[in-house]
């Protein structure tokens, strides 16, 4: 059997035996989804509970009395002035009422401005949507009086319109729903740098602590052969915990409740089968890292702690593209990790995707993987890799 199955089989096993490499691998990327769903769940909740009423909209309102002709309006539009007597301030921010309107203290006259304010706490996701609601009947009352005014001095009302505005989203999801899909990738990125991370730590550090290592070196084979064994057992631990924490995505999509959030159509398993080539190139660079730097720390500690710092450099960049998403082009898309996010983003939105940008992607990730092996080849090379202190 060659070499480099020997020392691939080895480790897989010796892995498969860890507690620690099995939950980085199985339980880790489970983390990202169940994160994910809540959130997502508790804001569409949040949302519909703003949503949902049975009977008329009631509205709290102090000075009800003075605003006939607004009452008036809101019962034609299934809603109702509810006169309040308590502090309109507090009333809104203990939570009893998303809003509360202000009337005149007095009846104002026909023809006059009526002046109204709206006291609102829209720090509440559950008064997002009550607020846009009477905002809404708000401008349709002014709408409607001034129509009737212009009308009843031979005015017609367009006079006031010099433009019709007409908005067509061509967006697949709105806002809230967008973002939450753009936080994907970057859960995505953190379990490429993780899924086989315990693995690549104790191929190098962990086996020199234990003493295991430098039998291992000294043995009649080449180390190119042993790095290479190692490698493909972290890559394929990576690409384990990538593929769990894809179909739990998968799943989570499902699962969650999507209409008050506009989240599309979740992508299919064919569709999310993309994610692979776009991912596979950034797999061998994480685990090329990994071997570089368990093969330059002098101890087990001091490896977890560059290991434990090394994902947040790519998923910095993938929290920022959930806010501000870029238009991908080839000097993007060559950059490691930055390229894939914004795949990865596009794939997860259903958006079209371009072979191109992938290809040149993947191309130069794995030129930059090419030369960190090249590093770890030298550095198993030397006999420091032994004895690093």
């Known amino acids: 059997m060659p070499t480099i199955i020997v020392v691939f089989m080895k480790e897989m096993v010796d892995n498969l035996r860890d507690r620690r490499s099995i939950a980085m691998a199985m339980i880790y990327p489970l983390i990202g989804p169940l994160i994910l769903g809540m959130m997502i769940s508790f804001v569409a909740g949040s949302l519909s509970a703003g949503v949902s009423r049975t009977g008329p909209m009631e509205i709290p309102a102090v000075g009800a009395a003075n605003a006939p002709a607004l009452a008036q309006y809101l019962a034609a539009h299934d809603a109702m002035l509810k006169p309040l007597d308590e502090d309109p301030a507090e009333y809104v921010r203990s939570g009893r009422a998303p809003f509360v309107l202000l009337l005149p203290q007095a009846q104002a006259p026909q023809d006059t401005k009526l002046e109204v304010r709206l006291i609102s706490d829209a720090s509440r996701l559950s008064s997002v949507v009550p607020i846009a609601q009477m905002m809404d009947l708000l401008h349709g009352y002014e709408h409607e009086i001034a129509t009737r005014r212009l009308e009843a ?201 371009s072979w191109a940008m992938i290809g040149i992607s993947g191309l130069a990730t794995l030129a930059v993987t090419l030369l960190l092996l090249a590093l770890a080849f030298r550095l198993y090379e030397r006999e420091q890799i032994l004895f690093p202190h």
Request: aromatic share 8%; proline share 8%; glycine share 8%.
């Open 153 to 353: 001095l031979g005015v017609p009302p367009e006079i006031t319109s010099p433009l019709h505005i007409e908005e067509v989203n061509v967006g697949r999801a709105i806002s809230l729903g967008a973002t939450f899909l753009n936080m994907m990738p970057p859960f995505f990125i953190f379990t490429l740098f993780l899924g086989g991370v315990y693995l690549t730590l104790d191929t190098t550090s962990g086996e020199r602590e234990r003493g295991s290592f430098e039998p291992l070196m000294i043995n009649p084979v080449s180390r190119s052969e042993v790095l290479v064994g190692k490698f493909g057992a972290g890559v394929v631990f990576t690409l384990i915990a990538l593929t769990v924490q894809m179909l739990a995505f998968w799943s989570m999509l499902h699962l969650v409740p999507r209409e008050s959030l506009g989240l599309m159509t979740p992508p299919g398993v064919v569709r999310l089968s993309l994610l692979l080539p776009i991912c596979l190139p950034l797999a061998l660079f994480a685990v090329a890292s990994q071997i570089v730097i368990a093969a330059v720390t002098r101890s087990l500690k001091e490896a977890q702690t560059y290991l434990g710092l090394l994902p947040l450099v790519p998923a910095i960049a993938g929290m920022l593209l959930v806010f501000a998403p870029v238009r991908l082009h080839s000097v993007l898309a060559a950059i490691p990790t930055f390229g894939q996010t914004v795949l990865m983003g596009q794939v997860i939105r259903s958006e079209t995707m």
